[in-house]
């Protein structure tokens, strides 16, 4: 079994302070202000928020820009955070993470659009230790969020050297992306409700199962471990 834990919405949040080092990155790389009111980024990979940015703003989108805003962004993210921590742990985040790591036939690992670095990152600032998260699928591992949950398979039948069955990978997030991301795959969605989606719209989204938050423990592994 694989369980792969969303980040931003889902284990943590961190009143904005990737939103606001990914701004302050591009102010310090090509001098533009964002509004990203006007920005799709919930659920989303950074490395398309950055390319959706370009294209409006006209900056260079090769290899090299992406590499050089990735590090510019991480390293005024971590300076932010260093600075005052304003990451805090989901209700029953930690405590799911503790179970999920507990429930010998599992793996536990993260798929999310922030990148390694910045991820560890805010995971770390949430008092979640990230090496926890053995198997993880990161922002810039694919072209998008599909594509994610087949690289973590792939991680995963590299460090067993078994496969893992499609309908043995649970997704928890807590966006229609997740969701769609998961099913993409033949993988389960648990949806959580501490984001920008309520229940309705998860559950509309076609969310396995949705709740409100992570805090029952008990009953949310035992969904987790048998999908009941």
Known sequence: MLVLFDIDGTL?????????AMGAALRELHGIEVDFSKVDVHG?????????IGRTH?????????????????????????ERNTVEAMPGAAALVDAACAHEPATVGLLTGNYERSGRTKVRHAGIDPDRFVVNAWGDDGADRRSLVPVAMGRFLARHGRPVDPRDVVIIGDTPHDV????????????????????DALRAAGADLAVPD??????????VATGR
């Open 58 to 82: 006209g900056y260079a989108i090769d290899d090299a820009a992406h590499a050089r805003f990735r590090d510019t962004y991480c390293g005024h993210l971590e300076r932010r955070l260093a």
């Open 180 to 199: 769609d991301c998961a099913h993409a795959s033949g993988a389960r969605c648990l949806a959580v409700a501490t984001g920008k989606f309520g229940i």
């Open 44 to 52: 989303r990979l950074d490395t398309l928020i950055w390319r959706d």
């Open 12 to 20: 943590l949040h961190s009143l904005s302070a990737g939103i606001h």
């Open 214 to 223: 992570l805090r029952d423990t008990a009953r949310l592994m035992e969904w």
